[in-house]
């Protein structure tokens, strides 16, 4: 235990790794998760999913502000690649 959570360990990972801190990178930061120790990243991303299973932790997370933007309604794994395919076909008609 301690200070610790997903937002401050991903701050300290772009620090180290890309030399930018999460607030810098917030705004280019698609976050998926589907929990509730998920919070501390749906709420510094600029893009933020839930998958599916995080229903049951959506009020506690909207009551502390942290609430991803989007669920989709795939669970897990299955979330995560709705995710991708929604993002490859943005980019895929952003480029036409």
């Known amino acids: 235990k301690g200070p610790?959570?997903?937002a401050s360990m991903v701050d300290r990972l772009l620090?180290?790794?890309a030399g930018v801190s999460l607030d810098d990178a917030s705004a280019t930061l698609c976050y998926v998760g589907?929990?509730?120790n998920d919070g501390s990243?749906?709420?510094r991303?600029?893009?933020s999913v839930g998958v599916q299973n995080v229903a049951p932790h959506l009020p506690a997370l909207s009551a502390l502000g942290q609430a991803p933007r989007f669920?989709?309604?795939a669970p897990g794994g299955h979330g995560f690649a709705?995710?991708?395919d929604a993002l490859l076909s943005a980019r895929a008609a952003a480029t036409r």
């Open 41 to 43: 990243l749906f709420c």
């Open 15 to 17: 620090r180290e790794q």
């Open 45 to 47: 991303a600029a893009l």
């Open 71 to 73: 669920v989709v309604d």
């Open 82 to 84: 709705q995710v991708v």
């Open 34 to 36: 589907d929990s509730t």
């Open 4 to 6: 610790f959570n997903k």
